[in-house]
């Protein structure tokens, strides 16, 4: 059973930062890319940033471009978001996903086959 479980959401002040986690269980982690997701009330679920199955690959949007860095620990099976100067536009809850695939990474949330629960991320301004 494929489990995705986020961590490190919370509340920050405006141009503050949060390290977001997400640990990988019941799945070969170095055989998928991974992929950020947020959605904020009202609005669809949007792609935030992701990362191919041994990092050598990236993706952001160009909302966060510059201010979030996306990783991972395939020792671990885990992957991160480090997000710095944050804005209020930034509060949503966010996801990770996974996608089985270690030759493409993808925006669309429709490329990936496993969804963690989301883990809230509210900036103040």
């Known amino acids: 059973q494929v489990q995705l479980v986020e961590s490190g959401g919370g509340l920050a002040q405006a141009g503050g930062s949060l390290r977001l986690s997400c640990v990988a269980s019941?799945?070969?982690?170095?055989?998928?890319?991974m992929g950020w997701f947020r959605q904020a009330p009202g609005k669809d679920r949007e792609f935030v940033s992701s990362?191919?199955?041994?990092?050598?690959?990236?993706l952001y949007a160009e909302s966060v471009k510059g201010r979030f860095t996306i990783s991972r620990d395939n020792a671990k099976n885990t992957v991160y978001l480090q997000m710095n100067s944050l804005k209020p536009d930034d509060t949503a809850v966010y996801y990770c996903?996974?996608?089985?695939?270690?030759?493409?990474?993808?925006?669309?949330?429709?490329?990936?086959?496993?969804w963690g629960q989301g883990t809230q991320v509210t900036v103040s301004s």
């Open positions: 996903a996974a996608d089985r695939n270690v030759g493409y990474i993808w925006r669309s949330r429709v490329n990936y086959e496993y």
């Open positions: 019941g799945l070969t982690f170095n055989n998928y890319a």
């Open positions: 990362i191919s199955w041994n990092g050598g690959r990236t």
